[in-house]
């Protein structure tokens, strides 16, 4: 069974970069398509971006097109996000989650395992 575990979230001023990770543990990692979704106060989650379970696919909602990078490596069992030219408007709780169909990439639905969440704080 894959656990998912977020890190590198934190507090940044606009205009900065973060990257975060999410570690899976169990072998099935390579065979999920990965996907970072993230939660505002007050809003609904809402999909950021997916990638295929071989890497060669990747998808990322409008907002943060040109901005954030998801990339993966199956070896470590990790997936991350690069965030640069971080916006207020960016602040959330971010959550990777994983599952077997990359053509259901933007239903949290769809997904079969969620990490825990990690904070994103960005000052304007």
């Known amino acids: 069974q894959v656990q998912l575990v977020e890190s590198g979230g934190g507090l940044v001023q606009a205009g900065h970069s973060l990257r975060l990770s999410c570690t899976a543990s169990?072998?099935?990692?390579?065979?999920?398509?990965m996907g970072w979704f993230r939660q505002a106060p007050g809003k609904e989650r809402e999909f950021v971006s997916a990638?295929?379970?071989?890497?060669?696919?990747?998808d990322y909602a409008d907002s943060v097109k040109g901005r954030f990078t998801i990339s993966r490596d199956n070896a470590k069992n990790t997936v991350y996000l690069q965030m640069n030219s971080l916006k207020f408007e960016d602040t959330a709780v971010y959550y990777c989650a994983g599952g077997p169909y990359y053509g259901y990439r933007h239903d949290e639905r769809k997904y079969e395992r969620w990490g825990q969440g990690t904070q994103v704080t960005v000052s304007s």
């Open positions: 990638i295929s379970a071989g890497g060669s696919n990747t």
């Open positions: 169990g072998r099935a990692f390579s065979n999920y398509a």
